[in-house]
């Protein structure tokens, strides 16, 4: 690719549901100069990459989708990947979108020049610079296998979750499925479906909850279409209901006791054997990790050729994998759903802010934000889906969607009081992580258990604290006293041009 003939006003990096939705926006909102640029040869993001057996979504599809692009033909209550694929393609071309996208432009490095007022985004070798950058890349786009001792002797076939070989027969093959997270629950009924066995290695049982998956009739979608009042009301209730949910997992409460019934009534339900339910049962609190959502999971644990293994993996071998009390499990197949690489201390490509300072180096004891969105000293950049605003009970697109409401405001302030520096003030930056990591110290992902929202010191930059109403309102008004401006002088406006 070539560099645009003038800066961009906007650069967005990813095309993901987060990098597709704030084109939407900027577009909405008459602001035309940006492009987006995709390091794979395909848009979609997580649900591009995530196409294994069973891949679907645990978030109700009128809640997994924009309240801006509503869709009223989602076919039943929870999506599967490539209907949520589908959709975001759908967007692209009904907004007109396309034409903005770069495919296989693979952004290597972004370094703010301070007296230019210009990001300089470094794509092979080529500088493409603008005047604002959206990181859209999202927090699921690194796959990461774990680290084993002896992974690089096992000479049989390796898949991971995000990295699905479609072209692997597991007709009759020996399988061992590495994880039981919300991918591996997933995976392992449509592998027990068709491999000669299948065994299952287990560090830690999740708590696991019912996911009731109706088909949506042609009535109810007609309906949607005719009266979209209707699925705002539908997408209301699921909302609402959602946030109660947080009651019960985002701290430590009454209710808490409600979602370990309902998990422990799913398990005596589904699970007849006494030590296979103990083996399956958690022993922290509802809420601390994922919860996971389905009915099939431990259904497919009992069949005759499922294993569940719960001693610890000591190493791979050529064969397969030896557990900690000296067996080896030989495997024609590892399947490693152990998620991925989500970035608590670093950051995805590397950042050079004002002054040369280094974004990575700044995280390096744990990733922060303002209002999870703007860095200080970071000017004119924005955070999709960035640190501490993670939720653990309603839609990561609820979040989204008001986190790029947000930049959007801000872009069009940079863009019409003609800024050189958009930057957030050091002090309401400290003085907004300071209120998160208090408020977290109370909730359930903060209570003892381990899990992929802290780092390894216990440092959590994931969640946010509270309920998604409270995330969406800290975002719904820009503030310009938040931030240090800086406009062009008459001799910056003349070399510009």
Request: with cysteine; proline share 5%.
């Amino acid at each position: 690719m070539s560099a645009p003939d003038r800066p961009l006003d906007v650069a967005v990096i990813g095309a993901g549901f987060a990098g597709i939705g704030a084109a939407i926006r900027l577009k909405q909102r008459g602001i035309e100069n940006f492009l987006v640029f995709e390091r794979g040869d395909a848009l979609g993001g997580t649900w591009r990459d995530n196409t294994y057996p069973g891949a679907a979504c645990d978030i109700p599809s009128r809640l997994y989708s924009y309240g801006f692009a509503p869709n009223p033909d989602w076919s039943h209550t929870y999506s599967d990947s490539g209907e949520i694929l589908g959709y975001i393609e759908s967007m692209v071309e009904r907004f007109g979108i396309r034409p903005h996208i770069r495919f296989r432009s693979t952004v290597t490095g972004i370094e703010f020049d301070e007296t230019a007022g210009l990001w300089d985004v470094r794509i092979a070798g080529i500088a493409v610079r603008a005047r604002a950058v959206v990181l859209a890349s999202g927090p699921l786009s690194e796959a990461s296998l774990p680290k084993i001792r002896g992974i690089e002797d096992y000479a049989g076939h390796v898949i991971h979750s995000a990295r699905w070989d479609h072209d692997y027969d597991f007709t009759g093959k020996r399988v061992a499925v590495v994880g039981t997270g919300a991918s591996a629950v997933q995976i392992i009924p449509e592998l027990v479906e068709r491999a000669a066995s299948v065994k299952v290695f287990q560090r830690t049982p999740g708590w696991v909850l019912p996911r009731v998956n109706r088909r949506t009739g042609a009535l109810t979608r007609q309906i949607y279409r005719r009266v979209p009042a209707t699925q705002t009301l539908a997408r209301t209730l699921w909302f609402y209901g959602h946030e109660s949910v947080a009651l019960g997992v985002v701290w430590n409460t009454p209710l808490t006791r409600v979602v370990e019934l309902v998990g422990k009534a799913q398990l005596r339900r589904q699970v007849r054997d006494p030590w296979l339910r103990r083996q399956l049962t958690p022993d922290f609190r509802a809420g601390c990790k994922r919860l996971l959502m389905t009915d099939d999971y431990y259904p497919a644990l009992q069949k005759d050729n499922c294993t569940l293994i719960t001693w610890p993996i000591a190493r791979l071998s050529e064969q397969g994998i030896r557990t900690a009390e000296g067996i080896e499990h030989r495997a024609d197949c590892i399947v490693f759903a152990t998620g991925f690489d989500v970035s608590k201390t670093g950051t995805p490509i590397p950042v050079i802010g004002r002054d040369g300072r280094v974004l990575a180096e700044e995280w390096s004891r744990g990733a922060y934000a303002y209002k999870s969105i703007a860095v200080s000293g970071y000017p004119n950049l924005f955070l999709t889906f960035g640190p501490n605003s993670g939720p653990g009970h309603n839609s990561a697109l609820v979040y989204m969607e008001a986190q790029i409401e947000y930049l959007v405001d801000a872009i069009e302030t940079i863009l019409a009081r003609d800024l050189r520096v958009l930057d957030v003030r050091r002090d309401r930056q400290d003085r907004h992580n300071a209120t998160i990591q208090r408020r977290l110290g109370a909730t359930t992902w903060n209570s003892g258990c381990r899990s992929w929202y802290l780092t390894e010191d216990g440092f959590n930059a994931t969640m946010f604290p509270g309920f998604a109403t409270q995330y969406v309102e800290q975002l719904r008004t820009f503030d310009l006293g938040d931030y240090e401006t800086v406009p062009f002088d008459a001799k910056v406006a003349l070399a510009r041009s």
